[in-house]
């Protein structure tokens, strides 16, 4: 009923920069919560940032003045900017958006399949 599609992982060199991007797509009636996820292998799930449908974002502390998560409502995305980028921010990375659907006019979380982003020189 919903689809999340990410885009924007890849290879970079540490201190680099890259943008991930997310679109959600299909039965929507409105989305409340987005955000980003990662885990890196080994490790658990856990939230990069999130931002609700008014603007107001959160951030794990590991990412605090180097990602910036916005979102832009009239499409339903979601886009994450890394900068300066780490070897442990090394992960795949998952959209996750919190939708009510059209109908029936329920909540349910949604996930996007992981885009990996690697950070290596």
């Known amino acids: 009923q919903v689809q999340l599609v990410e885009s924007g992982g890849g290879l970079v060199q540490p201190g680099g920069s890259l943008r991930l991007s997310c679109a959600a797509s299909?039965?929507?009636?409105?989305?409340?919560?987005m955000g980003w996820y990662r885990q890196a292998p080994g490790k658990q799930r856990e939230l990069v940032a999130n931002?609700?449908?008014?603007?107001?974002?959160n951030y794990a502390d590991s990412v605090k003045g180097r990602f910036t998560i916005s979102r832009d409502n009239a499409k339903n995305t979601v886009d994450l900017q890394m900068n300066s980028l780490k070897p442990e921010d090394t992960a795949v990375y998952y959209c996750?958006?919190?939708?009510?659907?059209?109908?029936?006019?329920?909540?349910?979380?949604?996930w996007g399949q992981g885009t990996q982003v690697t950070v290596s020189s």
């Open positions: 996750n958006a919190r939708v009510i659907l059209i109908t029936p006019r329920i909540v349910s979380d949604y």
């Open positions: 931002i609700t449908s008014r603007g107001n974002t």
């Open positions: 299909g039965s929507i009636f409105s989305i409340g919560m």
